[in-house]
């Protein structure tokens, strides 16, 4: 009967993780879709990834951002703006 108890108890906690995990991976995804829909309004547009060069799509003019340490290959906010002030 103890066994069958703890068993329970070990299922609930497996459940109640596998809820915090989609809790967790909804924020991220929220948070992603925020960072993806805020991208879209700069005018700045992602030429090569690896050297993290941007080309404004208004006036063309390129710039070299700084990646987010530890952030999947995402840049700081900043670097989507243009230095020009560019609005699209
Ligand atoms: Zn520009």
Known sequence: MKKVKEANEVAELFISLDKKASETSRIR??????????IRKQPMELINEYAGLMQ?????????????????????????????????
Not at 29 to 35: E, I, L, M, S
Not at 67 to 72: A, H, Q, R, V, W
Request: glycine fraction near 10%.
């Open 56 to 88: 404004c799509k208004v006036c063309g003019q390129k710039h070299l951002a700084d990646m987010k340490p530890n952030s999947n290959g995402r840049f700081y906010r900043g670097a989507w703006q243009c230095l020009n002030g560019c609005k699209i």
């Open 29 to 38: 995804n929220t948070v992603r879709n925020a960072h993806i829909r805020y």
